[in-house]
């Protein structure tokens, strides 16, 4: 598939493994031994030696033979199956015996957040400008803003719960999902058959199977799938475009990078990854709504690219975000100047309120206000000059009653609200609470690929 070099260059060994053909066969051994296992306990004539020998070599796999008998027959399973009864000679008569093709084929996070977690309590009370449309707004505080990204996270971790949770394995159903083969198998005994989807079903490890399925589980569940997945695109693609922004403020920046380009970023990567991870949704809806009646096979080769692919760029996204959030540095004194330039115009309301308690006139302070505020703007927008807004109010006689209490109302710290409460807060009630069933990885460092 395009870019399969790349994706598998990039993920992790683990991510990679789980996608790869040695995993894939493996798997589909390991459930042709527990359907073995399960009718052989509800009565088929199936040995011991038998399932001992297919245990045996549930690791042996051939992989030429493989190609050559799916050269031969035109299917993938079934080439399978007679690669393994080639090493199984006994149990090959009841190796797949009753079942559908479609019986075999159907905490990085945690850490990106811990890093961000502790990334916000450090700087919970910085000061830095906000933005709203990339404009200056109200002050918050670098601690706050990591919130958001962190807020976003959350919910991804919530959803990749949910999703897990609700996975249900699709069991033992048979050609069109009426268990209809296996029934004809237990002699029309209708509660050895639900006790064989149940025992298959507890051996794969799942708590539940779908009660009802066609010949394959419904598409619908690849579409829950992916789509936390999306979701994550989406947040790291918000968190990565910020962090480019306030590199282009130069208040912030990656301590990875290029030595050539510094200004190249693996923000950027990140960004470029979300968006084909969210494009790749499109393949499980359109998958899902086009399946006909029981099933149509057009959505086989779909999922084999769109499945993997979307797990695998899942992967390379958070491995690169970790490393992104382990090495974040912040300039204070660069964004101490930035607050300079736009503050005293946000603190106008201030100086006004105070003038009015020293008993002076309302209207008559906001149009002196005014007036210097656009002389102000005029040198900063039209000879790029500094904002010397705060000067021209102490120059002015009109302000003498207050100019002991400039630098108070001008305290950065009095324009964040309650924003350092905020991160306390949510790290202490959402955040670590999220963290503790992964403590025990939350050390591990990751390799990026550059």
């Known amino acids: 598939m395009a870019g399969a070099g790349e994706l598998s260059s990039y993920a992790s060994e683990e991510m990679h493994y789980n996608f790869s053909d040695k995993k894939k066969f493996i798997t589909w051994r390991k459930l042709w031994i527990f359907l073995a296992k399960a009718e052989k306990a509800l009565g088929l004539p ?40 080639h090493c199984c000679p006994t149990a090959a008569p009841i190796i797949h015996l009753g079942a559908t093709s ?14 961000l977690a502790n990334f916000a309590e450090e700087y919970a009370d910085l000061p830095t400008l906000g933005f709203t449309h990339f404009q200056p707004a109200q002050l918050t505080t670098v601690g706050k803003r990591v919130c958001l990204w962190l807020q976003d996270l959350v919910m991804d971790v919530r959803n990749l719960e949910r999703a897990r949770d609700d996975l249900s394995f699709r069991g033992v159903k048979g050609t069109t999902g009426t268990q209809a083969s296996f029934l004809q198998l237990f002699k029309g005994d209708h509660d ?5 989807d149940k025992t298959v079903t507890e051996m794969a490890g799942f708590k539940k199977a779908y009660l009802v399925t066609g010949q394959t589980y419904s598409r619908k569940v690849d579409v ?7 979701r994550l695109g989406a947040s790291a693609h918000k968190i990565c475009t910020d962090i480019c922004l306030l590199a282009n403020l130069k208040e912030i920046k990656e301590q990875i990078g290029s030595s050539a380009m510094p200004y190249k970023m693996h923000a950027e990567r990140c960004c470029s ?14 998958t899902a709504s086009g399946q006909w009646l ?5 959505d086989s080769a779909n999922r084999r690219i769109s499945l993997p692919e979307s797990f695998l760029t899942a992967d390379i996204i958070l491995s690169t975000l970790q ?12 964004i101490e100047r930035d607050i300079c330039h736009e503050l005293p115009f946000m603190a106008t309301e201030n100086n006004i309120m105070a003038i009015v308690k020293a008993g002076g006139n309302r209207q008559e302070c906001h149009e002196k206000i005014r007036v210097l505020s656009q002389e102000a703007a005029a040198v900063v927008k039209q000879e790029g000059g500094d904002n010397d807004l705060l000067a021209r109010i102490q120059r002015d006689p009109y302000f003498a009653p207050i100019l002991g209490q400039l630098d108070a109302l001008l305290d950065p710290k009095t324009f964040i609200g309650r924003a350092p409460q905020q991160v306390k ?18 050390d591990v460092k990751v390799e990026l690929v550059l």
């Open 294 to 298: 029981e099933r149509t096979l057009d």
């Open 46 to 85: 199936i040995t011991d030696a038998q399932i001992a020998e297919m245990e045996s070599h549930a690791e042996d796999i051939d992989f030429a033979m493989a190609a050559e008998e799916e050269r031969k027959l035109r299917h993938d399973v079934m080439a399978h199956v007679h690669t393994f009864a």
């Open 273 to 286: 990854l979300a968006r084909h991870l969210i494009a790749l949704m499109a393949d499980p809806l359109q």
């Open 102 to 115: 479609c019986y075999v084929g159907d905490n990085t996070l945690a850490r990106v957040i811990d890093r």
């Open 224 to 230: 829950d799938c992916l789509s936390t997945l999306t």
């Open 323 to 334: 490393n992104i959030t382990e090495g974040l540095v912040v300039y204070p004194k660069v």
């Open 192 to 196: 050895k058959v639900v006790e064989l």
């Open 425 to 442: 807060t949510f790290l202490a009630e959402e955040v670590r609470p999220l963290l503790e069933p992964y403590k025990a990885n939350m």
